[in-house]
T-cell receptor, first 111, second 117 residues
Framework: RKEVEQDPGPFNVPEGATVAFNCTYSNSASQSFFWYRQDCRKEPKLLMSVYSSGNEDGRFTAQLNRASQYISLLIRDSKLSDSATYLCVVDTYSSASKIIFGSGTRLSIRP | DTGVSQDPRHKITKRGQNVTFRCDPISEHNRLYWYRQTLGQGPEFLTYFQNEAQLEKSRLLSDRFSAERPKGSFSTLEIQRTEQGDSAMYLC???????????????FGPGTRLTVL
């Protein structure tokens, strides 16, 4: 089993729709969680950190469920510009090699 | 531009040749990471530095790979005797640790795309 798993997608949704993805992690000692966005052939860019209480940034909401060991990302009122791959990142603080990136979920927004 | 920069952006080489990549982190960042990313996968950790000290290396990093950060600023990643399986995007990231909180937010450079023929 991979340490961080994501549904690879692609998720293909119409503009204006709400879309959500989950990411599961296997190490219960994980401490920090992030969502990164990666456009085709570009570098990953931090979208948001994920806090225990959940957090929102505009149309984006991130949630953490420690009991079930998953994090989620919700995108409301999706825009064409949201089309990208979304990478889940989990950090245990134990070592740098334990900063684990998921394989990403591809999202495509259609007009 | 004060972000992370990498050079070259693209490198095509023949199998068996040596290649070296450079990364310039954000100037006040003390941590520097190297990752490798292949198509359809997330970045895989290779190694990282805190200032000039190389603190950890992945088991993925064979003895053909070496990284340095001699003055705690820029870093180089060298691959000796390249193999076709080394073809990938090599990403560098930097962060400021500790940052006042427990999160160690990494900022990525644009990557060096290596193609080994």
């Amino acid at each position: 089993r991979k340490e961080v798993e994501q549904d690879p997608g692609p998720f293909n949704v119409p503009e204006g729709a709400t879309v959500a993805f989950n990411c599961t992690y296997s190490n219960s000692a994980s401490q920090s969680f992030f969502w990164y966005r990666q456009d085709c052939r570009k570098e990953p860019k931090l979208l948001m950190s994920v806090y225990s209480s959940g957090n929102e940034d505009g149309r984006f909401t991130a949630q953490l469920n420690r009991a079930s060991q998953y994090i989620s990302l919700l995108i409301r009122d999706s825009k064409l510009s949201d089309s990208a791959t979304y990478l889940c990142v989990v950090d245990t603080y134990s070592s740098a090699s334990k900063i684990i990136f998921g394989s990403g979920t591809r999202l495509s927004i259609r007009p | 531009d004060t972000g992370v920069s990498q050079d070259p952006r693209h490198k095509i080489t023949k199998r068996g040749q040596n290649v070296t990549f450079r990364c310039d982190p954000i100037s006040e960042h003390n941590r520097l990471y190297w990752y490798r990313q292949t198509l359809g996968q997330g970045p895989e950790f290779l190694t990282y530095f805190q200032n000039e000290a190389q603190l950890e290396k992945s088991r993925l990093l064979s003895d053909r790979f070496s990284a340095e950060r001699p003055k705690g600023s820029f870093s180089t990643l060298e691959i000796q005797r390249t193999e076709q399986g080394d073809s990938a995007m090599y990403l560098c990231a930097s962060s400021l640790y500790p940052s006042g909180g427990r999160t160690d937010t990494q900022y990525f450079g644009p990557g060096t795309r290596l193609t080994v023929l």
